[in-house]
């Protein structure tokens, strides 16, 4: 499956964005699909995913209650709909796809798109 992640951009710290990620090649309910995140200088976290077999989305503590991750299957893409946005979540966010078990470890996804830069100014 390729990804293709998109609507990232510059915003106001308490401001909002919505991130797109449109697949090609598969289905999202073939795949365990997870959003992600890297800053300069630091790992690739995790911020929100949901299993293939469906449920609710998981999420990072530092997102929980801001940012939201929802699909639309008939267009087979993913949103990462952010709210009340922070300096501390610029970074250039990923979406990734895996058939494996598991869900928060970047590891595990063998799929990745190449990120969208996010940055929340003061």
């Known amino acids: 499956v390729q990804l293709q992640a998109s609507g990232g951009g510059l915003v106001q710290a308490g401001g909002s964005l919505k991130l797109s990620c449109a697949a090609a090649?598969?289905?999202?309910?073939?795949?365990?699909m997870g959003w992600f995140r890297q800053a300069p200088g630091r790992e690739r976290e995790f911020v929100a995913a949901?299993?293939?077999?469906?449920?609710?989305?998981a999420y990072a503590d530092s997102v929980k209650g801001r940012f939201t991750m929802s699909r639309d299957s008939a267009k087979n893409t993913l949103y990462l709909e952010m709210n009340n946005l922070k300096p501390e979540d610029t970074a250039v966010y990923y979406c990734a796809a895996t058939r494996v078990a598991g869900l928060t470890h970047p590891s595990i996804y063998d799929y990745w798109g190449p990120g969208t830069q996010v940055t929340v100014s003061n």
């Open positions: 090649g598969g289905t999202f309910n073939s795949y365990t």
């Open positions: 949901r299993r293939k077999s469906g449920g609710s989305a």
